[in-house]
């Protein structure tokens, strides 16, 4: 069972690390890689048509990408959905202003095995791994993504 809140799970050390390479084909056919998104501040959300947290999360992360895309954030959702419900996955993103991939079509090895959703990793201007956000105890809405992530999109 998925909880339905989000936990900054602190395995990650103090000094933030080079983010791992990410690269994927988007649901429209376009290409889209880490390396290309320097100097914006980039969430890479795991999630699932399934996922009941993942789904209540996401008017939060479509709110905030809405408000801060201009000044340099950019959010992909990448779904672990198969392949066969690509059009399920459509569906669900035709109601958001941000990308999305499926996990087949996604390369994202340093990131570990993704095997609980909802998962968000935060990389900050630098490429710089600063967080990774798992569905387990706090809510992921807009306020905490204001104070989590919008300090990174200060110029």
């Keep these: ?10 395995a990650l050390a103090a000094e933030p690390r080079a983010a791992p390479p990410l690269s ?10 880490l390396a290309e998104q320097d100097g914006k501040v980039v969430l890479i959300n795991f999630w699932a048509t399934w ?3 993942c ?5 939060a992360l479509d709110a905030f990408h809405r408000k801060y895309r201009e000044r340099g954030l950019v959010l992909l959702a990448i779904s672990l959905d198969e392949p066969a419900q690509t ?6 993103m035709r109601s958001y202003s941000f990308p999305a991939a499926l996990s087949a079509q996604a390369r994202y090895s340093g990131y570990g095995r993704i095997w ?5 990793f935060v990389i900050d201007r ?3 791994l600063r967080d990774d956000l798992l569905g387990d105890t706090l809510v992921v809405d807009e306020a905490f993504l204001e104070q989590r992530v919008a300090p990174l999109l200060a110029p």
């Design 1 to 10: 069972m998925f909880a339905l809140s989000v936990l900054a799970v602190p």
């Design 116 to 120: 609980r959703v909802p998962m968000t």
């Design 24 to 33: 994927a084909t988007l649901l429209d056919g376009t290409r889209f890689t």
């Design 51 to 53: 996922c009941a947290p």
């Design 126 to 128: 630098q490429g710089r």
């Design 55 to 59: 789904r209540k999360e996401m008017p």
């Design 87 to 92: 059009s399920a996955v459509r569906e669900v």
